[in-house]
């Protein structure tokens, strides 16, 4: 029996779809997610070109066919939970893509089960250079 990926970062239909409009309107976007003082540790979207990953970065995944960053101190107390992106009624943050559309990112979380976290040690998150 082979083992099943264990995704660190999903989305809600909800989120998909505020996604696609993102693109649509934006082209190529991506994720950050940071610890940041303005937004919190709020899910922000950018246009690609407009947002520079660092080497303090780390790639959790992609959802709706766009990267996910989150920095690496926030990833070490997130790193036992697989996040789950929603799109809720509300303002987004600041400089986030969605922020005009009356929906807002925001992330859910679930601690992973004993199973997953062995296939995650197995399978390290991608460090950005």
């Known amino acids: 029996m082979s083992e099943q990926e264990v995704l660190r970062v999903s989305a809600t239909p909800a989120a998909i779809d505020l996604i696609e409009k993102l693109k649509a309107e934006h082209g190529e976007v991506l994720f950050h997610q940071s610890g940041g003082c303005c937004d919190g540790s709020a899910p922000m979207c950018f246009p690609v070109n407009e947002f520079m990953v660092g080497g303090s970065d780390v790639k959790l995944g992609a959802i709706g066919g766009v990267p996910f960053y989150m920095t690496e101190s926030q990833y070490e107390y997130w790193q036992h939970t697989q996040l789950i ?5 509300g303002n987004g943050g600041m400089f986030s893509l969605e922020r005009p559309s009356g929906l807002r990112f925001l992330t859910r979380s679930r ?3 004993d199973e997953e976290n062995a296939w995650l040690e197995k399978h390290p998150v991608e460090h950005v250079s």
């Open 85 to 89: 992106i929603d799109a809720v009624p």
């Open 111 to 113: 601690l992973y089960s």
